[in-house]
């Protein structure tokens, strides 16, 4: 079996001759009753020694961060110059259920040459970010995404610093000086994902940033990437963790490493105390990759030698999240309203009769063999003859592609086998949620709600499956959740969360607190397995509580 190449006439294209080159991203501050215009078109970008075709938000990648006040309301105008129709999903915001940005439910996609206005409000701090519903795989990929940042009304919900910057966290897949084309029909890459083989820090290679001495600079981190987990961290810089995908933790932390799975978002605050060079790495188990530096110079003064860095060193705990924590000592002990679980049917490699053989191997760990049918101890996949198995250039199995295998971890770390990937789309490799109590998958499932209601959700990431693998598990703007446990064990650290992520194997309590009403979505936010139907649609009945409380 080898990976098949997309045919040129469904594909779209990768010309980049006469296009405006990308902007540099920044950032713009709006206020209460402010209108923004945003405008979707192909751009091109030299990344590396590659000059390729992509898509932006005014003509950068990413596209401008938007800073605004808790509590403000801000129109966006929105005009669709791209290949394709799009939204914009305003990512982990509680708002309006006809502004989500979900095509056909909430709103008509806006095709080519067409516009739509979005009114946004922003009753939560934290940090959120804006980004495609239609083709996320390739709208996404090709660079249409971007932050937001909401300033808290409270000046002291976040410690003092001397700065703040976002970081997006993306990779993207160049092949002979272009991106691996997409298919105009339907995605690909269905099974693991597209990894890329270049890793971008806003929207560039290597990243290069400046610092003083003593300074505390807070970043603001999101991994925009269609299926890569980031475990980032900083070599010679303090990091401690103050906030997650929809504001504070209930207690600040200092840590070594951060760990974003596609759509998750973490606040750190970093000091910078000595001199040098610091290096920003990904550090999987078996490989460390360079994403860029920051540069430290100079010698304190000011704030940069005293009250921030002071401040520092403090650990404070969340009022709000110490509260919740006592409000939810029954939720933790009932049983779940919900029961839902992910699955994976692959038939490219296990559909139709399997004829006997006499050797099976795991199309992951093909060092795995066996005599007999059975799984495979290291990932649990399912083992298949030997001789399906695809070849590589050098008539080797592929396998361990970049040394990333899981490890145990129930995290797919690389492309493990590329070529079966490649040949993946969602008529071959199927994803599935399923709710437990009725059987019902994906786009069948019908949950309802009401406003007011805390909803109890088990999430159960089948090990006994053709294919598993973590998962990011998103809701939009229904609400928010706190996550209550992981395999039995009380959460240790609550924050609020739009999204989860899933370890193969993985289970999960979450407790959705439902506020908003409307038809809203839930979903894997593997880019892929979205454009592979993994997802489905829950109803929120209006009741009298105000929205967004």
């Known amino acids: ?7 040129h006439q469904d594909a779209f294209t990768t010309e980049t001759e006469g296009l405006p080159e990308a902007s540099s991203p920044s950032v713009v501050r709006l206020y209460d009753g402010d209108v923004f215009d945003l405008s979707i078109h192909p751009v091109r970008k030299r990344i590396g020694d590659a000059e390729v075709r992509m898509l932006g938000y005014n003509g950068s990648i990413p596209g401008s961060t938007l800073h605004v ?13 791209g290949d394709v129709e799009a939204t914009v999903h305003w990512h982990g915001l509680r708002l309006e259920n006809r502004y989500d940005g979900v095509p056909d439910e909430t709103q008509a996609p806006i095709p080519p040459g067409g516009a739509f206005t979005y009114k946004l409000r922003f009753p939560d701090p934290g940090f959120y970010w804006y980004h495609p519903h239609i083709r996320e795989d390739f709208a996404q990929e090709m660079g249409l995404y971007a932050p937001i940042i909401v300033e808290p ?7 003092s610093v ?3 910057l976002t970081v997006t966290l993306d990779d993207v897949l160049i092949e002979d000086g272009k991106m691996v084309p997409f298919r105009r029909s339907g995605s690909t890459f269905t099974a693991m994902g597209r990894f890329g083989n270049v890793m971008l820090i806003n929207g560039e290679s290597e990243f290069a940033g400046e610092a003083a001495l003593g300074e505390v600079v807070r970043l603001y981190l999101v991994n925009t990437a269609n299926t890569r987990i980031f475990n980032f961290a900083l070599r010679s810089a303090r990091m401690k963790l103050i906030g997650g995908d929809s504001g504070r933790y209930e207690r600040e932390t200092f840590v070594e490493e951060v760990l974003l799975s596609p759509s998750e978002r973490a606040v750190v605050d970093v000091l910078f105390d000595t001199t040098g060079e610091v290096r920003l790495e990904h550090r999987t188990p078996d490989h460390t990759y360079d994403l860029g530096s920051f540069s430290v110079a100079g010698t304190a003064t000011g704030d940069a030698a005293g009250n921030t860095a002071g401040s520092f060193e403090v650990l404070r705990t969340d009022p709000e999240l110490t509260t919740e924590r006592v409000l939810i000592e029954h939720d933790l002990e009932r049983e779940p309203d919900k029961v839902l679980s992910i699955v994976a049917s692959m038939p490219l490699l296990y559909g139709g009769e399997v004829q006997p053989a006499s050797s099976y191997a795991c199309p992951m760990h093909p060092e795995v063999t066996s005599t007999s049918p059975g799984t495979c101890p290291k990932c649990g996949m399912k083992l298949v003859p030997s001789d399906a198995m695809p070849e590589s250039a050098s008539g080797t199995h592929e396998g361990h592609a970049h040394g990333g295998h899981n490890h145990g971890d129930g995290l797919e770390w690389e492309d493990l086998m590329p070529e079966i990937n490649r040949a993946t789309d969602p008529t071959n490799m199927i994803w599935k949620l399923v709710d437990r109590e009725s059987g019902a998958e994906n786009h069948a499932i019908s949950w309802s709600f009401t406003q007011g209601e805390r909803v109890k959700i088990r999430l159960i990431n089948e090990v006994d499956s053709d294919h598993p693998m973590h998962h990011p598990f998103h809701v939009h703007g229904a609400g928010r959740f706190l996550i209550l446990s992981r395999d039995g064990q009380t959460e240790p650290n609550l924050v609020w969360k739009d999204t989860v992520l899933l370890r193969a194997g993985e289970t999960v309590n979450i407790l ?7 038809l809203w979505m839930a979903h894997c936010h593997i880019a892929e397995h979205i454009e592979g139907g993994m997802m489905f649609s829950f109803e ?5 509580e105000r929205e967004g409380h």
Do not use: C
Not at 1 to 7: L, P, S, T
Not at 153 to 159: C, G, R, V
């Open 1 to 7: 079996m080898k990976g098949e190449a997309v045919d």
């Open 69 to 81: 006040d808790q509590g403000s309301e801000i129109t966006v105008q929105v005009a669709n110059n």
């Open 153 to 159: 009304a409270d000046p002291s919900y976040w410690p």
């Open 162 to 164: 001397d700065r703040q």
């Open 512 to 518: 959705l607190y439902v506020t908003n009403p409307g």
């Open 540 to 544: 929120v009945a209006r009741s009298s």
